[in-house]
């Protein structure tokens, strides 16, 4: 049996394990976030909203809401430092990334695994063509290289430049590019170690491993904005 075939099936058995356990761990902060959102702005508690998953399906991750209840649907298709839409507990959820937790179930369900790549918003299907539809043979994860160097990716929207254009034709390019290096050649333990690493970024305990990324990073998204007319980035 192909050895990349046989560690992707093991990966896919640990997840759903790794997402139980890490949803009875969590519990106490889990119902620490549900009553805070409820106190501040009631229900719903959860975001759900469809998204692209391995081989082009669609499924509905899950998200603690971060946005007021009466911020308008039909808003952008991308978060930004300063969001309007933001409610106080929402702030805190988005700089620690914890309305990221219910994706667990997400996990447990076989939609997404722990390490894979972020799953996109139906708003920008359409950036799956070329070589970039090859993204798509992967079950989208929570954690991964991308998510990690893209850690503080509302930094990155530049004043005066459409917040969705720029996502589709510069972050996306440059989070797909980090993606296809990685997951062709994975391995339990390569995933294991940028499980941690997305872990650390997150709670904001950063290396040279980490800071060289990120300055790399910001290079290929500078590199990629100055080929955009009338665009500037930094």
Known sequence: MNRSLSARRLITGLDGVVAVFLILFLLPVLA???????LEDGS????????????????????????????????????????????RVGRILERTKLDELPQLWNVVNGDMS???????????????????RELLQYRPG??????????????????????????????????AGIDLAYYPVRSLRSDCAWATRCCLAVLGMTGPWQRAGVANTIRIVTEFGRSLPNHRVG
């Open 44 to 87: 719903p508690i959860f975001y759900r909203q469809p998204r692209v998953a391995q081989h082009g399906r669609q499924f509905v991750l899950y998200k603690f809401r971060k946005f007021r209840v009466d911020a308008s649907s039909n808003g952008s298709a991308v978060t930004l430092r300063n969001d309007e839409r933001f409610t």
């Open 32 to 38: 620490l976030i549900v009553l805070a959102i409820c």
């Open 114 to 132: 722990i390490v894979g790549p972020r799953p996109e918003s139906l708003a920008f299907a359409d950036c799956f063509h070329g070589q970039y």
């Open 142 to 175: 929570i954690l991964g290289p991308a998510q990690t160097l893209f850690r503080n990716e509302s930094a990155f929207y530049p004043e005066g430049q459409d917040p969705e254009d720029f996502y589709r034709e510069v972050l996306f390019p440059a989070k």
